[in-house]
T-cell receptor, first 114, second 115 residues
Framework: DAGVTQSPTHLIKTRGQQVTLRCSPK?????VSWYQQALGQGPQFIFQ???????QRGNFPDRFSGHQFPNYSSELNVNALLLGDSALYLC?????????????FGAGTRLSVL | AQSVTQPDIHITVSEGASLELRCNYS??????LFWYVQSPGQGLQLLLK??????LVQGIKGFEAEFKRSQSSFNLRKPSVHWSDAAEYFC?????????????FGGGTRVLVKP
């Protein structure tokens, strides 16, 4: 049973560019959340997708956008990259109304903005 | 302001010694509480959670945590640390208490294990 998978593992971009990160949730899960973890800090919630719609959003600018596909996989897009966007981006999945009430995390995508 | 605080940024412990990591939260009502561990190059793995009921919670890898309402704390403990426990530990809360709801994390505590 595959857990949460994220791609790519590492990414290097230049300021002003755009980036797309991908996430496949754990089998059977239908909800995907994205978090940003800056170096030396705890993860911060970006947004959550359920039924292909953004359901919750953290305190991030609209340069950060996302999408969820019918197969529950998700993408995180960041436009006009800034140096401060360099971080580990974590995807977490869960099952709406499920019995476990926990989120499973992927290994993350490390984004470096030069 | 609502927050989660992990007062210790780094902790060094000898292998075989006990470990306690502190977590304090500041919310009006008791949130759901979680402890996650992150090893280098890895994602977050759930160690244990408190939703309600018994205030002493058992988790994986020999960890336990105790919820103390009067102190707004949820401290993580392990009686005897192994070298493989070297990692970063995060306390997290869900104040909305809904399955899969967004988590608010503390800043983390990095644990170093001396041989």
């Amino acid at each position: 049973d595959a857990g949460v998978t994220q791609s790519p593992t590492h990414l290097i971009k230049t300021r002003g560019q755009q980036v797309t990160l991908r996430c496949s949730p754990k089998s059977g899960h239908d909800t995907v959340s994205w978090y940003q973890q800056a170096l030396g800090q705890g993860p911060q919630f970006i947004f959550q997708y359920y039924e292909e719609e953004e359901r919750q959003r953290g305190n991030f600018p609209d340069r950060f956008s996302g999408h969820q596909f019918p197969n529950y996989s998700s993408e995180l897009n960041v436009n006009a990259l800034l140096l401060g966007d360099s971080a580990l981006y974590l995807c977490a999945s869960s099952l709406e109304g499920g019995p476990e009430d926990i989120q499973y995390f992927g290994a993350g995508t490390r984004l470096s903005v030069l | 302001a609502q927050s989660v605080t992990q007062p210790d940024i780094h902790i060094t412990v000898s292998e075989g010694a006990s470990l306690e990591l502190r977590c304090n939260y500041s919310y009006g009502a008791t949130p759901y509480l979680f402890w996650y561990v992150q090893s280098p190059g890895q994602g977050l793995q759930l160690l244990l959670k408190y939703l309600s009921g018994d205030t002493l919670v058992q988790g994986i890898k020999g960890f336990e945590a105790e919820f103390k309402r009067s102190q707004s704390s949820f401290n993580l403990r392990k009686p005897s640390v192994h070298w493989s426990d070297a990692a970063e530990y995060f306390c997290a809360v869900d104040p909305i208490k809904a399955a899969g709801n967004k988590l608010t994390f503390g800043g983390g505590t990095r644990v170093l294990v001396k041989p």
